[in-house]
């Protein structure tokens, strides 16, 4: 595959992605403070957490159209790949088994984004794999979303990202929000 073709193919990616800019996979992203003004002037929303800056996600600059600052995005979003993204763009895989594997993810999300009650889509991810993190098991007539929560969880770690094989310890995993619909919220799956 040509650079070109090679470009092309992680740009498609991503744009059919998203989760990494979209909440799907963080709930803010690290900018350094040299970066805060420049990120703000863009209409961005640079928070305090913990003390250190951070870029909120959803990201403002996110749609579908791909990112709407992308030359002066912060630092941290030039240099995140995930896994797919680092393996498409090193030739270990094709970009038609990569779409393959992140539309099944997609799937997953959607279906839970809908079971959680139609929270914004990404944090079904992250809220899949704090409902896995914490005991008490899920209740049996929950049976089948618990099947979905643990294969999301399970390709998310194994296709985007690994950190989520440890929730506790990526800083990315947010208090459930309760959504707006009428599905039931992760505190609710358990007995
Ligand atoms: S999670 Fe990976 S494939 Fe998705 S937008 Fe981010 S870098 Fe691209
Ligand atoms: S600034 Fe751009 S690359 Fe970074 S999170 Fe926002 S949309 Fe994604």
């Given at each position: 595959?040509?650079?070109?073709?090679?470009?092309?193919?992680?740009?498609?990616?991503?744009?059919?992605?998203?989760?990494?800019?979209?909440?799907?996979?963080?709930?803010?992203?690290?900018?350094?403070?040299?970066?805060?003004e420049?990120?703000?002037?863009?209409?961005?929303?640079?928070?305090?957490?913990?003390?250190?800056?951070a870029?909120?996600?959803?990201?403002?600059a996110?749609?579908?159209?791909?990112?709407?600052?992308?030359?002066?995005?912060?630092?941290?979003?030039?240099?995140?790949q995930?896994?797919?993204?680092?393996?498409?763009?090193?030739?270990?895989?094709?970009p038609?088994?990569?779409?393959a594997?992140?539309?099944?993810?997609?799937?997953?999300?959607?279906?839970?984004?809908?079971?959680?009650?139609?929270?914004?889509?990404g944090?079904?991810?992250?809220?899949?794999?704090?409902?896995?993190?914490?005991?008490?098991?899920i209740?049996?007539?929950?049976?089948?979303?618990?099947?979905?929560?643990?294969?999301?969880?399970?390709?998310?770690?194994?296709?985007?990202?690994?950190?989520?094989?440890?929730?506790?310890?990526?800083?990315?995993?947010?208090?459930?929000?309760?959504?707006?619909?009428?599905?039931?919220?992760?505190?609710?799956?358990?007995?």
């Amino acid at each position: 595959m040509s650079e070109h073709a090679r470009a092309t193919a992680l740009r498609e990616l991503c744009l059919a992605c998203g989760l990494c800019c979209n909440g799907g996979l963080f709930a803010r992203v690290p900018v350094a403070p040299a970066e805060v003004e420049r990120l703000r002037g863009r209409g961005l929303v640079v928070v305090s957490h913990r003390g250190e800056a951070a870029l909120r996600q959803p990201c403002a600059a996110w749609s579908e159209a791909g990112c709407s600052c992308y030359p002066e995005r912060p630092a941290r979003c030039a240099e995140y790949q995930c896994h797919l993204y680092a393996r498409l763009a090193a030739g270990a895989i094709d970009p038609s088994a990569a779409h393959a594997r992140l539309g099944r993810i997609l799937e997953l999300v959607a279906t839970l984004t809908r079971a959680f009650g139609g929270v914004e889509a990404g944090s079904a991810i992250r809220r899949a794999a704090a409902v896995l993190a914490a005991p008490p098991p899920i209740a049996a007539e929950h049976a089948r979303l618990a099947l979905d929560l643990v294969e999301l969880v399970r390709l998310v770690t194994r296709e985007l990202d690994a950190r989520f094989a440890a929730p506790a310890e990526l800083d990315a995993v947010d208090a459930a929000v309760p959504g707006p619909g009428a599905g039931p919220r992760p505190e609710e799956l358990r007995r």
